[in-house]
């Protein structure tokens, strides 16, 4: 094969990463020509920062993607070394499954499934440029000349653009610790006009596994009781390890006070904005100097590897530093580092140029997903992979993507926050940002999105028949679940009722916290032969369902100011009574509905009824011309 | 069918007569209407004497202070022109006719002005329902209330609590999000609950008092007895001493009349369920008597001319002893007053006391109130904030703040999820 040669796909994806991967993988799914492109094939699926896949709002968006058949849920389970659900004690709505991922298997489950996947062309080499024209996208250069033509490009590059790494007094030009910064492509993004802004994030020294004194600290087993990512994952697959807890102490956070000048964060080095909820040790201790001690997770990377990652010590303090307020911690009195911490200063696109389906609005066939629009961690990255994926082959074959919205996923959440808000820190999933989180759950993502991905043509045949299945036996018990019975008849199973002669279904009996469908067993035999899984997320849903049938109308609202379209041309600054600043709002988000526009930040009901009434006018003004 | 784009005109200020007439016209042919009216547009936001003449035939109408608000820069929002003209009906009447004259000129609806203040952002939600009650004051302690509203008096309340139950949701939802990290102290439940209930008790404070409409409706004060006990005179003779500022009567059904007047200042409303029993005939009858008892139970004052004891058994009962030099006359044991309405004998008495009664009624003037609508919301918010006192699922305790949030957001229609994030993150040491 020539170098030069010219080669067509439908979509190329830029980057092998989470948001890559999964745009590939969708993409193809689709039955769209894809290629992937990465600086090597190696890189492809790699686990770029630590060890985990999942928790609290990210595990939702792990099994969200999972359910459009997705790759990092099968992966997280076929590379997982240790299982915590978090939150057990509160509700399953805000249960987080969350695992340890040996990196090597990881990038091997992701290697499998791709190479396995039809429609799929994994293009090893750099990008030079994107072939581009004022207003549309139509392909890439690589940096041995040769071009590659697509419909549309999928930017998921992560934290390459002009990335610059700072330790202590050190400066390094490049994404990660050893690998080239895309400058060029940077440049020409930047030369496009796309609203670039810079972020910061940063990672904890890597420790040898060796030299922890893991038996003077408390254990963390992996869970025992076999849930896995996903549904289509058969238990555990490899051995399983545990985690151990050390903490920071008075010395610690003396160490790090005493050395808070020769910090990049502090020294003003560094003056794009990091995340609230992730903040560097130097950070929460400088923050919240009230605290005396904070938790470290120290989690083993992988099976055959003594790399341990301490979750909760990113630092960009001077290795010598590190080393000595590592060192000062329990269990790690002779800790020896491999790999020191640092902070990595980064550009991104501010995702208000985007659009629902993560296209740049004003550049046909560009699509951005992942780390590159602001965001942090896999998760977040895999599913606007998942999104901008399927943004991109609706395009291709000329149709409308699923519409999804606040109401039936996270990743809409996290979608609608990005283009609509923007990030002003890097954008991390949370339960707390999804309003009707009641419904969304991590076990009920099958329920609530399979049947959209069903639709939509990306779900392979193994996922389809298991669907399929459950969906029956679903509507089996709910059925079942409809059966009438009185008070009398649960006191006599020996449940704890008031006996005041309430007749109700079972489904409705369900709602009291101590009435559980195994205790019902013994009154519709049919209830002994379910699923546990299926069994626990019906139980949920009657459990909620009076808060669920609450939102209905509130998401009725939603929806029906979701169907009032404002259009991308709307002039915010002719409509009388909206500030400056709603206007220039309004005009960098450029909301595609009314709804959208509600959630913009300051936008009053005064405005918004100023805009509906704008947008009625120009309307009909349209209507009669 | 209505149309945003009209230009809208209506007197803005009391029913006439009275001293000066306010006519206020709002939408993009005010300026031509002003100009067509009187010759020229006058300077922006400059009073100015002018000759108001009819310009189809050319007839002076009235010599009137005229004022021109170019929009954005008025209280619409949109061009305003305010004429202040003389008060009289015929004077109003024949500006209002030349208005009608111009093209693209129409009557405002009921409240159309105030909506168009809001639709051009010229106030939230809060303030704009403020205004219509202002708008509707028609006595001073209306107006003072109203003022209070509209100057943000509800909204700083209800910030106020926002803020409390921004700060609990960021508690709750720090406890749902990052316990399990121990990033953050566990919570303690009842810790939630503590804080919950003072915010409970002030909103039942603000709900148990008189409702802003009050004000604006005025006190119901119903005048009950069989026919011929001498309502009729009573509230004529109520009427007659207020001549100067009763407005029109207006029977709002066909057998209730009800008669604003005001007292000291005082907005009352006056009930005659006269007409209730006068017809014969046994099924109306029942029907009337039904009506009368919807009337008292609605009533804040009930003034009994029928017989001693024989009144509806309700704590806002007065025992007047009508018609005093009537020769049939028979004296209640106990009655509260007893009244000469021809010879105006006990009058003064019995307005003196309607008026002490109605200060302890109404919403105190200096004091925060709500309507019906705020009202619907507030309750909905302080039932959300209940349903957390006992409530041990933190997933259920969040759900709740958020119904109480978004329920008082609709009053004042602000805040965002994001709002509580801002909470959450300012006052924890979150994550890894």
């Known amino acids: 094969m020539g170098c030069a040669m010219n080669r067509i796909f439908d979509i190329i994806v830029v980057g092998g990463g989470h948001a890559g991967c999964e745009a590939a993988a969708v993409a193809a799914r689709m039955g769209v020509s894809t290629a992937l492109v990465s600086f090597t094939r190696d890189s492809i699926g790699a686990m770029s920062c630590n060890p985990a896949i999942g928790g609290l709002g990210k595990g939702h968006l792990v099994r969200e993607v999972d359910a459009f058949d997705g790759l990092i849920g099968r992966a997280a389970d076929a590379a997982a070394i240790h299982y915590r659900m978090l939150n057990l004690s509160k509700g399953t709505a805000v249960q987080g499954p969350r695992v340890q991922a040996d990196r090597k298997l990881y990038k091997a489950a992701i290697h499998r499934m791709l190479d396995g996947q039809d429609n799929l062309t994994i293009v090893e080499g750099e990008v030079a440029s994107l072939v581009m024209t004022e207003s549309r996208v139509s392909g890439i250069v690589m940096a041995d000349g040769s071009t590659i033509e697509a419909q549309a490009v999928i930017l998921a590059t992560g934290t390459f653009l002009n990335g610059k790494l700072f330790r202590g007094e050190e400066r390094l030009e490049g994404g990660r610790t050893g690998e080239a910064a895309s400058v060029s492509l940077g440049q020409q993004i930047r030369d496009a006009g796309l609203p670039i802004a810079r972020l910061k994030t940063g990672t904890p020294p890597r420790i040898d596994g060796r030299t922890i004194d893991w038996a003077a600290l408390p254990e963390q087993p992996s869970d025992d009781d076999g849930w896995t990512m996903s549904p289509l994952s058969k238990g555990r697959m490899v051995a399983q390890t545990f985690c151990a807890v050390s903490r920071t102490n008075a010395g610690t956070h003396e160490i790090i006070r005493g050395s808070l000048d020769r910090s990049p964060l502090f020294s003003g080095a560094i003056d794009a904005q990091g995340p609230r909820y992730c903040p560097s040790i130097e950070d929460k201790i400088h923050r919240f100097a009230d605290r005396d001690s904070h938790q470290v997770f120290l989690e083993p990377e992988g099976l055959d590897t003594h790399l341990v990652y301490p979750n909760g010590i990113s630092t960009s303090l001077p290795a010598d530093v590190q080393i000595a307020f590592v060192r000062s911690m329990d269990g790690l009195e002779k800790a020896e580092i491999i790999v020191p911490g640092y902070a990595v200063e980064y550009d991104h696109i501010d995702p208000r140029a985007l659009d629902r389906s993560l296209k740049v609005r004003d550049l046909e066939g560009l699509y951005c997903a992942g780390q590159i629009n602001g965001t942090t961690g896999y998760e977040e990255a895999a599913a606007q992979g998942l999104i901008a994926g399927i943004g991109a082959a609706s395009l291709v074959q000329g149709k409308d993507a699923p519409a999804l919205d606040r109401g039936t996923s996270y990743m809409a959440v996290m979608i609608d926050d990005l283009v609509l808000q923007g990030v002003t820190e890097p954008y991390r999933m949370l339960t707390a940002r999804a309003e009707y989180r009641l419904r969304l759950r991590a076990d009920n993502a099958s329920t609530r999105l399979t049947p959209i991905a069903l639709a939509l043509g990306c779900v392979a045949g193994e996922r389809a028949d298991w669907f399929g299945d459950r969906q029956r036996a679903r509507d089996d018990i709910f059925k079942i679940l409809e059966s009438v019975y009185s008070s009398e008849d649960l006191v006599k199973l020996g449940i704890n009722v008031r006996r005041d002669g309430t007749k109700q279904s079972l489904f409705q009996w369900l709602r009291f916290p101590n009435i559980t469908i195994a205790s019902l067993e013994d009154l519709e035999t049919c209830l002994k032969t379910g699923d546990a899984d299926l069994m626990a997320e019906i139980e949920e849903d009657a459990r909620y369902a009076p808060y669920l049938e609450r939102q209905e109308s509130e998401l009725r609202d939603l929806r029906a100011n979701e ?63 | 069918m209505l149309s945003a784009d009209d230009t809208i005109f209506a007197l803005s200020s009391g029913q006439p007569p009275a001293a000066i007439g306010i006519l206020r016209i709002s939408g993009p042919r005010a300026g031509q209407a002003l100009e067509a009216l009187t010759g020229n547009l006058p300077k922006p936001r400059v009073a100015g004497l002018h000759n108001i003449t009819n310009m189809v035939n050319g007839e002076l109408l009235d010599s009137a202070l005229c004022l021109w608000f170019p929009g954005p820069n008025s209280a619409t929002g949109e061009d305003l022109a305010e004429i202040h003209c003389h008060g009289g009906r015929a004077v109003i009447r024949a500006i209002e006719a030349a208005l009608e004259q111009i093209d693209g000129l129409r009557r405002a609806e009921p409240g159309e002005f105030t909506r168009r203040a809001f639709t051009h952002g ?16 028609e006595t001073e302690l209306q107006r003072k209330a109203a003022v209070r509203n509209a100057g943000g008096g509800l909204s700083r309340k209800i910030d106020d609590w926002q803020q409390q139950i921004l700060a609990l949701s960021a508690r709750v939802e720090a406890e749902l999000d990052f316990s399990d990290e121990d990033d953050v102290a566990p919570e303690q439940v009842a810790e939630i609950h503590n804080s919950v209930r003072p915010l409970v008790d002030e909103m039942g404070n603000l709900l148990e008092r008189p409702r802003a409409e009050k004000l604006r409706d005025g006190i119901r004060v119903v005048l009950g007895g069989p026919p011929n006990s001498g309502k009729s005179t009573l509230l004529n003779a109520l009427v007659e001493r207020e001549a100067a500022i009763v407005s029109d009567i207006a029977g709002t059904t066909r057998d209730v009349i009800e008669v604003p007047i005001a007292l000291g200042g005082i907005p009352f409303l006056f009930i005659d369920t006269a007409g209730v029993r006068d017809s014969g005939a046994e099924t109306i009858e029942q029907i009337g008597i039904d009506r009368a008892r919807q009337q008292f139970s609605a009533a804040d ?71 019906a609508r705020q009202a619907g919301l507030l309750s909905t918010a302080r039932d959300a904030l209940s349903a957390v006192i006992d409530e041990t699922d933190y997933l259920i305790v969040a759900e709740h703040l958020r119904m109480a949030r978004k329920a008082l957001d609709e009053i004042t229609g602000k805040a965002s999820t994001e709002d509580m994030l801002d909470g959450l993150f300012g006052k924890f040491c979150i994550g890894k």
């Open chain 1, 563 to 625: 169907q009032i379209g404002l259009g991308n041309d709307m002039d915010y600054a002719v409509i009388a009574g909206l500030s400056n600043e709603m206007v220039e709002r309004l005009t960098t988000a450029r909301p595609d509905t009314l709804a959208a526009a509600s959630r913009i930040r300051g936008i009053t009901p005064a405005a918004l009824a100023a805009i509906l009434v704008h947008a009625r006018r120009r309307d009909s003004r349209n209507i009669a011309a």
């Open chain 2, 122 to 137: 010229k106030m939230d939600l809060a303030e704009a329902e403020g205004l219509s009650d202002l708008l509707f004051a």
């Open chain 2, 301 to 371: 004052i009930i003034l009994w001319l029928g017989e001693e004891g024989q009144g509806p058994a309700q704590g806002n009962l007065i025992e007047i002893s009508s018609r005093c030099d009537h020769p049939d006359h028979q004296p209640k044991a106990s009655a509260a007053f007893t009244l000469s309405p021809v010879s105006g004998r006990g009058m003064d008495a019995l307005v003196d006391h309607l008026i002490i009664r109605a200060k302890d009624i109404l919403p105190d003037a200096d004091q925060v109130s709500v309507n």
